[in-house]
């Protein structure tokens, strides 16, 4: 049995409509290992996680115009502040990368977590990281329906408030 | 400046009666004569359609009151804003689309307060969620009519979000944030809505 315990597993979580940060967070719980009870820092318990739809996540408030991500490159006047916008349109992986990796402990494992991590913009994925998936993760927020999801039958049940 | 003040408490006594044709006679006439309204010249309110007919040389444009079926009764029948009469004062969202596209026009605005009857507080509840609604994309048909002609040009990619506050052009980036103490916040949903139906203990997060 210890065998089943001690594997490490693969999972798989649609980032589409989803906030970025939430997305993080279930990601960095189960690269650390922590949502198995034989969770200890010194054993290498984490799992592999990948995450797909990356380039339809969905940003809550004006977070995509007000988010600003900076670096420098070292170099003097390297100073670059880009939007959360610009970022996604650039490279759309970027943001979740970077919400996980602030978000698992600032340690040397981070990086090798880090290298657990796979990120896809969208759906297709290569076929031995298909192969090896075992459990898909619910997504953290409900996403609301459009008003052409609605079949005529549920628009027709809702009841009219006011007469014109 | 006497007749001014004849005609302004003449009017406000009578501004229950909606006369609408014989508004412009007030200012000709010098003594009040209100015209008595008789049976065939009552206003009605109803959705119209317009409907042309041509028969040889003329050319017949009618507006028909289209039939709106009878809703089912109220729970409050004595409340005056229609959403008191149903109690959904505090438990309406930006989600709840079959709730909201009811007071909004075909090409996206919201209808006035003095045909759907609402209040003042709801009206503008009801009109801060249209707006996350429209930005959050939930509504795909109500768009405004391009005029013909228009050729659209390539659309840039659209970015997904929900319970924006604020236009997507007014907003500008956050170079300094600050430190953990005085960091400016990113705002999330509406104070508007600060008091719906929580049925989670978590609090309302609204400084992100």
Known sequence: YQWATFARSWFVIDARMQPPGKIASMCSIRLQGKHKPIYHALSDCGDHVVVINTKEIAFSGNKWEQKVYSSHTGYPGGFKQVTAAQLHHKDPKAIVRLAVYGMLPKNLHRRTMMQRLHIFPDDVLPEDIRANLTEELPQPREIPRKLNEYTQEEIDAFPRLWTP | ?208
């Not at chain 2, 065939?40 to 028909?64: A, D, F, P, Y």
């Not at chain 2, 959403?83 to 919201?110: A, C, E, P």
């Not at chain 2, 705002?187 to 992100?208: E, Q």
Request: hydrophobic content about 35%; proline content about 9%; glycine content about 6%.
């Open chain 2, 1 to 208: 400046m006497a007749a001014r003040c004849m005609l302004r408490s003449v009017w406000t006594s009578f501004s229950s009666l909606t006369l609408g044709p014989s508004a412009s006679n007030f200012c000709s006439l010098q003594r009040i004569n209100v015209p008595q309204l008789s049976a065939l010249t009552i206003q009605s309110r109803g959705i119209r359609q317009v409907v042309e007919k041509r028969e040889g040389n003329t050319i017949t444009i009618e507006g028909k009151t289209v039939e709106t079926p009878a809703a089912p009764e109220p729970p409050n029948p004595a409340a005056k804003c229609p959403i008191y009469r149903w109690n959904l004062q505090h438990k309406y969202n930006y989600t709840d689309v079959l709730l909201l596209s009811q007071f909004i026009r075909s090409d996206g605005g919201m209808l006035p307060r003095r045909i759907t009857g609402l209040c003042a507080e709801e009206h503008r509840k009801i009109a801060i969620c249209v707006q996350m609604a429209h930005r959050a994309g939930l509504l795909p048909d109500h768009r405004p009519k391009l005029p013909e002609g228009h050729v659209p040009k390539t659309p840039k990619p659209k970015l997904n979000r929900y319970l924006t506050r604020w236009s997507v052009k007014s907003v500008k980036p956050i170079y300094k944030p600050g430190l953990k103490w005085c960091k400016k916040r990113m705002d999330v949903g509406h104070p508007a809505l600060k008091d719906n139906v929580r049925y989670s203990v978590k609090p309302l997060y609204m400084k992100h």
